[in-house]
């Protein structure tokens, strides 16, 4: 029975498991409602087949061209999508992703993967355990032995692929976010750019336990990680119209106690009145002839004002396009 006779038969009994369907130009087959495991779609062409329904778990998909099929409403789960290259109308309303690697995959403009279809809106290599398990356990759980495009085994270390998991997280998200931000999903375009941001801010921490960076890099890694976090603590990386607010009350209250404790004069609540007016430029009448060093607090005060004006208005701004 020839491999295309067994996955026929397979079909028709809705459980289709352990083919070797590498290299093959696979046309109008139908998957809908099949739980399909442990099969090899490496280098496949699938051109207009449907999984609508399907349960697809430890499958290789590395090298696949998919045209103009469906996933609806399939789980995908442990199958391996690097280099996947999906064109044409390919449908993922509804479909479920989880524990699937999507490095370096690319999806078209009309084979688009939003932000509903990622399972608990996590990647893969975000989680240790779960891609451990992927990494080490393929050779049993799924297709067998990994061999690269030119079907050559190498010296592949999933250690090392666990270390590089930060880099690859940072690289889809952001992917991710100039795809959905470019077909006008803002919203999912702004969640990925955030996670992508995060990411960053991880892969470059993990770099400096590495030896590959001198030592001026890893300064340079641990400035841009503290201005990464400063970003993010504050702004959330211009997102978080909460944290803007909360730094904008924090910035208030905090010149506050440093005007009352400056100016020995001032009680509390007439120090937070200068304070509020400072942030919009305002100057006060219960400061006269005060230090140089009042007059220094001032200025920086409405400097940091305006800053945090400007940035409150590019969120808002953000809030109101999204809707």
């Known amino acids: 029975m020839s491999v295309l006779d067994e996955l026929e038969k397979k079909i028709a009994l809705k459980a289709v498991e352990g083919l ?6 696979l046309e109008g087959i139908d998957f809908s409602g099949c739980r399909i495991s442990k099969v090899n779609f490496k280098k496949c062409e699938l051109v207009g087949c449907r999984f609508r329904g399907a349960v ?13 099929g469906t996933f609806e409403d399939c789980s995908i789960s442990f199958c391996d999508f690097y280099r996947a290259f999906f ?6 309303n509804g479909a479920r992703l989880s524990n699937s690697s999507i490095n370096k995959a690319y999806f078209g403009d009309s084979a688009l993967i939003k932000k509903e279809n990622l399972e608990g809106g996590r990647i893969l290599q975000q989680d240790e355990k779960a891609y451990r398990k992927f990494l080490k356990d393929w050779h049993t759980m799924g297709t067998g032995e990994r061999s690269n495009d030119v079907g050559a085994f190498s010296d592949w270390s999933p250690d090392a692929a666990l270390k590089g998991r930060w880099a690859e997280c940072e690289t889809i998200f952001k992917n991710f976010s100039a795809q959905w931000t470019g077909r006008g999903y803002i919203a999912d375009g702004n969640w990925a750019y955030v996670r992508g941001r995060k990411m960053e801010r991880k892969r470059m921490w993990a770099e400096l336990s590495g030896s590959k960076l001198s030592f001026g890099a890893k300064l340079r890694n641990l400035w841009k990680i503290f201005l990464n976090l400063l ?4 702004f959330g990386y211009g997102e978080s119209m909460l944290r803007m607010i909360l730094t904008y009350f924090v910035a208030v209250f905090l010149f506050a106690w440093i005007f009352c404790s400056k100016v020995s004069l001032l009680e509390y609540g007439q120090a937070l009145g200068i304070s509020l007016k400072n942030m919009v430029g305002m100057d006060s009448d219960l400061l006269h002839d005060v230090s140089p060093l009042v007059d220094m607090l001032n200025i920086v005060q409405t400097t940091v004002g305006i800053v945090l004006t400007g940035i409150f208005g590019f969120i808002l701004g953000n809030k109101i396009r999204n809707q």
């Open 56 to 68: 697809i778990e430890w499958c290789d998909f590395r090298y696949v061209k998919v045209q103009d």
């Open 20 to 25: 070797d369907l590498s290299g093959r130009v």
């Open 231 to 234: 970003s993010d603590l504050f």
């Open 87 to 92: 064109d044409g109308v390919v449908i993922f």
